[in-house]
């Protein structure tokens, strides 16, 4: 490394840096329920995950408020190419399969109440969930070894097509009617789930195929990259199966579902109602800032990456996540994801908050909105 850029990284101004280290709290929930249990003898700490997320992370929203720091443009490169920033979302991995593992154990003891048993498996359905997040991060970025770790942590929840239809299909369609991923004005989270889950499936075996196919390569063959997320879920749950026995078979497909659910929510959140118009040549104008909901709350902005910085990301998708930024154009959100999440499992309660804001959005005009066809 250069004498300049060692200097320029030292001089980049990141008041979070050593925040980001905090992001292994949600994975390291798995590692922790046994240990508080025997230590507590409260059997409530088999459900950590759920306490963390929906009751602890949403009360420290609120107490703490909002960020209020973004990077300045010249400590950009050095904030970009600072390596710690990579090792942070790297350090989600071991978490998360460690603790799979320990939760592999103890679902197969008959000791373990069922109970209890579910609680492990929401706790580790929501670490899956946010490993999905961690996937996100990581699988944005041009180096090989991201992009595989991407895949792997994709394989928790065997979401690993995940990978193929988030960056080449919700990046190109997003905020229009042809993305699964983008929610319709109107639309409950309980509809939006099973069509994004079922049109994300489809575009991601229409976008690899037809990569395969310009490529000259079968379907197939090593290079596809459906196959390689789908093939290392394989062999995971496999393993999982062969060491602890099919008795964790009903947890493991629990855990799974319970993370796909939490990221479909998310996706559901982010774009809910927003339009990119259409220009005289019929093509949508660029993603901009206006097309994803933001929300700039300093504690989830930490346990998530900067995820709810989704303006920025999507207007900008090369950032890497210490250097998004917020913006003043994006609509916001009254709360943390966490606390949306919770609003959007109630429709009636999700349309009274966020339908004015929508169309607050667009200066009243229902015309502007995603709305069903």
């Known amino acids: 490394m250069t004498e300049t850029a060692i200097l320029g990284r030292a001089k980049a101004r990141d008041p979070k840096r050593y925040l980001w280290l905090l992001s292994t709290i949600a994975p390291g929930c798995a590692l922790l329920p046994a240990q508080l249990v025997d230590l507590t003898g409260l059997a409530l700490f088999w459900w950590i995950g759920p306490i963390l997320v929906f009751v602890v992370i949403p009360v420290l929203d609120v107490t703490v408020g909002c960020d209020g720091s973004s990077p300045r443009d010249e400590d950009y490169e050095a904030l970009s190419n600072d390596r710690y920033y990579r090792w942070c979302t790297f350090l989600f991995l ?31 359905g929501l670490v899956s969930g946010i490993g999905i997040n961690a996937a996100h991060e990581l699988g944005h970025r041009a180096e090989h070894l991201e992009r595989r ?53 489809r575009s991601a075996l229409a976008l690899e195929r037809e990569r395969l196919s310009r490529n000259g390569k079968r379907w197939f063959c090593r290079d596809n990259r459906l196959l390689q997320g789908w093939s290392m879920s ?6 999982m199966l062969l060491v602890f026995g099919l008795a964790i078979l009903p947890y493991l497909v629990l855990q799974a579902v319970i993370g796909i659910v939490l990221l479909e929510t998310v996706n559901y959140l982010e774009h809910y109602g927003l339009l990119r118009a259409r220009r005289a040549d019929g093509r949508y104008e660029r993603c901009s800032p206006r ?9 989830t902005n930490v346990f998530l990456l900067h995820l709810q910085r989704h303006s920025d990301h999507h207007a900008n998708p090369g950032r890497r996540y210490q250097t998004l930024r917020s913006s003043e154009e994006a609509p916001q959100l009254p709360f943390g994801y966490a606390t949306m999440v919770l609003l959007a499992a109630v429709p009636p309660l999700w349309r009274a908050v966020m339908d004015p804001r929508v169309l607050a959005h667009y200066g009243g005009d229902l015309t502007l909105v995603n709305k069903k066809p």
């Open 94 to 124: 071991p978490f998360q399969f460690i603790g799979l593992v320990i939760a592999g154990y103890m679902w197969s003891q008959s000791e373990l109440q069922l109970v209890d048993k579910l609680g492990l498996t929401v706790t580790l």
């Open 149 to 201: 770790l991407a895949q792997l942590a994709l394989a928790q929840s065997g979401y690993g097509h995940f990978f193929v239809e988030h960056n080449r299909g919700h990046h190109v369609r997003v905020a229009t009617p042809e993305d699964p991923a983008s929610a319709r004005f109107g639309e409950s989270l309980w509809a939006f789930i099973p069509r994004s889950v079922g049109g994300g499936f």
């Open 234 to 239: 394989v062999t995971l749950f496999g393993s």
């Open 291 to 299: 097309h994803s909901w933001n929300s700039d709350r300093l504690v």
